[in-house]
């Protein structure tokens, strides 16, 4: 790899302004973006930040159609550090760990799980059922890091654009990208 590269996942479940704020990160940092957007994950993208498709191209360095199973991300020959999935719904986690893929965005996170690289799934649902905790512990069991996007009070947010930086910022931790979060600097002494 010239430079760093990770594919980034948006799948339907609420959320997309993670997956969206994670490309302009991502950008900012020089690391190559491959992203793929699922069906549903298109429709959550425009309802909640009133973007289309279209409009990522400035954001992601590629962007992979969902239906394209012989793109490059399906591959384990194609170096990447990992790949995050932001926001990931249950459907998508529950495909992955199945291991019975019905697109690129699960195929591609397949193919990372098998490559032995870093799968960040960002899930977004509550409350969990029993079978929820299951599919969960089985991507856990599969090597697979399971990061809700969960607000840091610490770092005292003013806007839901800090509280949605600093979940990202834990997750690029996982990855040794460095960026400008609020990190935890302990309790100040009584």
Not at 150 to 155: N, V, W
Request: charged share 20%.
């Amino acid at each position: 790899m010239s430079k760093p590269r990770i594919i980034v996942g948006i799948s339907g479940a609420s959320g997309a302004i993670y997956g969206v704020t994670l490309l302009d990160i991502l950008r900012k940092v020089e690391v190559e973006t491959h992203l793929v957007v699922s069906k549903s994950g298109e429709l959550t993208l425009a309802a909640e930040t009133g973007l289309k498709l279209k409009d990522l191209e400035s954001r992601a360095t590629h962007i992979h159609p969902v239906k394209n199973v012989g793109a490059t991300i399906a591959s384990g020959s194609f170096k990447t550090m990992g790949m995050i999935i932001a926001p990931c719904s249950i459907r998508t986690a529950s495909e992955i760990s199945s291991g019975i893929t019905a697109s690129l965005l699960t195929r591609a996170a397949d193919v990372i799980l098998k490559e032995r690289r870093r799968l960040v799934l960002m899930v977004r649902e509550t409350p969990l059922h029993l079978g929820h905790l299951r599919t969960l512990t089985q991507l856990a069991e599969m090597g697979a890091i399971v990061a809700p996007p969960l607000p840091a009070f610490y770092a005292a947010p003013d806007s839901i654009d800090a509280m949605v930086r600093q979940s990202l910022g834990r997750v690029l931790d996982l990855f040794d990208i460095e960026t400008d979060i609020v990190r935890w600097s302990g309790l100040a002494p009584s």
